[in-house]
């Protein structure tokens, strides 16, 4: 059994979810009656209906979305079957081990897939962010969710259902060019999780990859450093490269009196990179 507990908030047979924090703290989404009264049953919000909803065809993002690399009359079709939701931060969209229920893009956020080990800890395992999809191989195949997914940040997410998504691949066998591609992403992102894991043996070195490559990918230059943004807990740091929420405090403590980062806002800014590249050597 699961340490998170479900809370449902049903509407047409789809299910929103909320995971109980280990503070006792449940988020609890409200139903948005724009998105319901315009069909969209797979909708949790906090104002939703201040957000507009964009066609993938013209969305800004499209160009590095899952849903934007589909020719336009497969986007066309997608959109016919898609269904939007905003969720705030700590929704759980799945459960490992419950029965595939369809795909998951994430339009804007983030979202974390994790797992519990069988001393009841937690891994997190990835870090979803915009434009990457989830749920592809068990909509494939079939088989049960492999890990539970839950939202980092509040997230726009576009939800097709499995039974139509296999319908649209079979109707459109062209479009498969897109899911493989994804599919290998995906992989490619496992191996390296899987290589920082294994090959670094000490945290502090793991700890300075995480941070290394979240700048590579999101970092924004400064006259001070890089900006990088992670809005996360040292809890969630901790549970991504297998160590304790503690020892992840005593590195940034660490790191901070060493003058290599200090936190800025939701996240940290970089002052000296080549001091962090020597560390994820270590």
């Not at 006792?24 to 969209?40: D, F, H, Q, W, Y």
């Not at 986007?75 to 795909?103: D, H, N, S």
């Amino acid at each position: 059994m699961h340490d998170h507990q479900q809370r449902h908030h049903s509407r047409r047979g789809l299910t929103i979810r909320t995971a109980k924090r280990k503070k006792g703290r449940v988020m609890e989404p409200k139903i948005s009656s724009r998105l319901a009264a315009s069909g969209n049953d797979h909708a949790g919000t906090w104002p939703a209906s201040q957000i507009p909803i964009p066609m993938c065809s013209s969305c800004p993002r499209a160009q590095t979305c899952f849903l934007g690399r589909f020719e336009k009359k497969e986007m066309a079709r997608l959109q016919e079957i898609r269904q939007i939701a905003w969720y705030p931060r700590g929704v759980v969209l799945f459960f490992e081990g419950e029965a595939t229920r369809g795909i998951y893009v994430v339009c804007s956020g983030e979202i974390k897939t994790f797992a519990h080990s069988q001393q009841g800890g937690t891994v997190i395992l990835r870090r979803v962010g915009t434009g990457e999809v989830l749920g592809i191989s068990s909509s494939l195949t079939g088989s049960p969710y492999p890990v539970s997914a839950e939202t980092l940040l509040p997230s726009q997410i576009t939800f097709i259902p499995r039974v139509q998504f296999l319908k649209f691949l079979a109707e459109q066998p062209d479009s498969y060019r897109v899911v493989i591609e994804a599919l290998a992403v995906q992989l490619q992102k496992a191996w390296e999780h899987t290589r920082m894991l294994a090959l670094h043996r000490h945290v502090v070195s793991r700890l300075a990859e995480l941070l290394l490559n979240r700048a590579a990918e999101h970092g924004k230059e400064s006259s001070q450093g890089t900006l990088i943004s992670f809005p996360v807990t040292q809890e969630d740091i901790a549970e991504s490269i297998g160590t304790t929420r503690e020892t992840v405090s005593r590195i940034f403590s660490d790191l901070r009196r060493q003058g290599i980062l200090r936190r800025r806002g939701n996240g940290f800014l970089l002052m000296k990179p080549r001091d962090l590249e020597a560390l994820k050597g270590t």
